[in-house]
């Protein structure tokens, strides 16, 4: 195959194109200005957190379980992430959905958490938004409106993303 | 993950359509046909493997975006994952007799076209015992239960567990669930897989899956 220069090219070709697909798949743009579903939820220390308070900042939404394998799997480089932003006034919070303290407490031995992690008891805010399975981030942009979904987990502290999540604010 | 491995590849390549168990199929659910004939044709492979640290098999399908694994999930797994709430011993035992395989679907945007893949369970086809029939979806399971049988928590497990019955992947996405089969632990049976890449249909099949065996078969 290689001895063929037209067969090289389009190998060429082909590869950049797949690479140049690679960098967009990062997050999904959300078109249209949604505005994100407000919200008010309490973490597992009864301090209470209302998506509309954070309005110009923004604001990286998480729903996720401790049984689901890519939502564990992703959360230690969302930490990452979340201190990398630290100076960026972007904020994370986690929604757990329908599990209790005892069980969120005991998950955050293993898998330290900086940032708010919600509870959503009822799956009445997951049932608000546009999620058909765990994990689903959302980043909201200063607006209020969602700019990026990513369904399924990402490598959150790839500079490349952290980027894409800090442009949102300037 | 797939170094940890054995693997063998068992099908990569090849695809069902026209050969004689298709035609059984076809005789079973006429409807099928004519769908099937309309897909485009398509370069399947699938690799089975066998997770050397705890014997459980699974099945890989990757053709054109779509990437489709069946890992085998015991079913006192199952038992263990819906133990913790509150769901009636006959619940869970019917759960975990459902021959579940945790199921990753992803969008592997291989094409470099930035497709969109969609996949409706509703679709999908299984072959068991001369018999070809739908999949068990979360949606009827639900709906079979009264809060004696599950409670609104537990029924969250569920609803949030077993795989989406309609979903659309863009390249990068990517799901888990579990799906289920509704057959004994131990049974075999052939899968009819379908989906569309930008609205065009596409199918492939996954032979010879095997369902867990429960803990009075394990070696």
Same mark, same amino acid.
């Given at each position: 195959?290689?001895?063929?220069?037209?067969?090289?090219?389009?190998?060429l070709?082909w590869?950049?194109?797949v690479a140049?697909a690679?960098?967009?798949?990062l997050?999904?743009?959300?078109?249209?200005?949604?505005?994100?579903?407000?919200?008010?939820l309490?973490?597992s220390?009864?301090?209470?957190? !209302?998506l509309?308070?954070?309005r110009?900042?923004t604001?990286?939404?998480?729903?996720?379980?401790?049984?689901?394998?890519?939502?564990?799997?992703?959360?230690?480089a969302m930490?990452?992430?979340?201190?990398?932003?630290?100076g960026d006034?972007?904020?994370?919070?986690a929604?757990?959905?329908?599990?209790d303290?005892?069980?969120?407490?005991?998950?955050?031995?293993?898998?330290?958490v900086?940032?708010?992690?919600?509870?959503?008891?009822a799956?009445?805010?997951?049932a608000r938004w546009p999620v058909?399975?765990?994990p689903?981030?959302?980043?909201?942009?200063?607006?209020?409106?969602?700019?990026y979904?990513?369904?399924g987990g990402?490598a959150?502290?790839e500079?490349?993303?952290?980027?894409?999540i800090?442009?949102?604010?300037? | 993950?797939?170094?940890?491995?054995v693997?063998?590849?068992?099908?990569?390549?090849?695809?069902r359509?026209g050969?004689?168990?298709m035609g059984?199929?076809l005789?079973?659910?006429?409807?099928?046909?004519?769908?099937?004939?309309?897909?485009?044709?398509?370069?399947?492979g699938? !690799?089975?493997s066998?997770?050397?640290?705890?014997g459980?098999?699974?099945?890989?399908?990757?053709?054109?975006?779509i990437?489709?694994?069946?890992?085998?999930?015991?079913?006192?797994?199952t038992?263990?994952?819906?133990?913790?709430?509150?769901?009636?011993?006959?619940?869970?035992?019917?759960?975990?007799?459902?021959?579940?395989?945790?199921?990753?679907i992803r969008?592997t945007?291989r094409?470099?076209?930035g497709?969109?893949v969609?996949v409706?369970l509703?679709?999908?086809?299984?072959?068991?015992?001369?018999?070809t029939r739908?999949?068990?979806?979360?949606?009827?399971?639900?709906a079979s239960w009264?809060?004696?049988?599950a409670?609104?928590a537990?029924?969250l497990?569920?609803r949030?567990g077993?795989?989406?019955t309609?979903q659309?992947?863009?390249?990068?996405?990517?799901?888990?669930?579990?799906t289920?089969y509704?057959?004994?632990?131990g049974?075999?049976f052939?899968?009819?897989?379908?989906?569309?890449e930008?609205?065009?249909?596409?199918?492939?099949?996954?032979?010879?899956?095997?369902?867990?065996?429960?803990?009075?078969r394990?070696?």
């Amino acid at each position: 195959m290689t001895s063929c220069p037209s067969v090289r090219v389009f190998v060429l070709l082909w590869c950049l194109s797949v690479a140049a697909a690679h960098a967009g798949q990062l997050l999904t743009p959300v078109p249209g200005g949604v505005v994100a579903p407000d919200f008010a939820l309490e973490d597992s220390d009864g301090r209470s957190y !209302r998506l509309s308070d954070y309005r110009g900042k923004t604001v990286l939404i998480n729903f996720w379980t401790t049984w689901c394998p890519p939502c564990r799997e992703e959360l230690p480089a969302m930490n990452r992430a979340w201190r990398s932003l630290a100076g960026d006034d972007v904020v994370f919070l986690a929604i757990n959905v329908g599990e209790d303290e005892d069980t969120i407490f005991v998950f955050t031995a293993d898998y330290p958490v900086d940032f708010p992690l919600l509870m959503d008891h009822a799956g009445e805010v997951i049932a608000r938004w546009p999620v058909k399975g765990l994990p689903t981030t959302f980043i909201v942009a200063p607006d209020g409106t969602i700019a990026y979904r990513a369904i399924g987990g990402r490598a959150w502290d790839e500079p490349a993303l952290l980027d894409l999540i800090r442009g949102l604010g300037q | 993950m797939t170094d940890r491995y054995v693997q063998q590849v068992v099908g990569a390549g090849h695809r069902r359509l026209g050969e004689s168990d298709m035609g059984t199929s076809l005789r079973n659910g006429g409807v099928l046909l004519g769908g099937l004939l309309l897909m485009v044709p398509a370069c399947a492979g699938v !690799r089975h493997s066998v997770n050397e640290g705890n014997g459980l098999r699974s099945w890989d399908l990757t053709d054109g975006d779509i990437e489709i694994e069946l890992i085998q999930r015991l079913p006192d797994q199952t038992r263990a994952l819906f133990l913790k709430y509150a769901f009636s011993r006959e619940v869970i035992e019917q759960l975990a007799q459902s021959c579940m395989f945790q199921t990753i679907i992803r969008n592997t945007g291989r094409s470099g076209s930035g497709q969109a893949v969609a996949v409706d369970l509703t679709r999908w086809r299984m072959r068991h015992a001369g018999t070809t029939r739908g999949i068990l979806l979360k949606e009827p399971l639900l709906a079979s239960w009264s809060d004696a049988d599950a409670s609104p928590a537990a029924k969250l497990v569920v609803r949030w567990g077993m795989f989406p019955t309609q979903q659309t992947f863009l390249p990068g996405d990517y799901n888990w669930g579990l799906t289920a089969y509704g057959v004994p632990p131990g049974a075999a049976f052939d899968l009819e897989v379908t989906w569309s890449e930008d609205d065009r249909p596409r199918s492939a099949s996954i032979g010879g899956l095997v369902c867990a065996p429960d803990v009075d078969r394990l070696k």
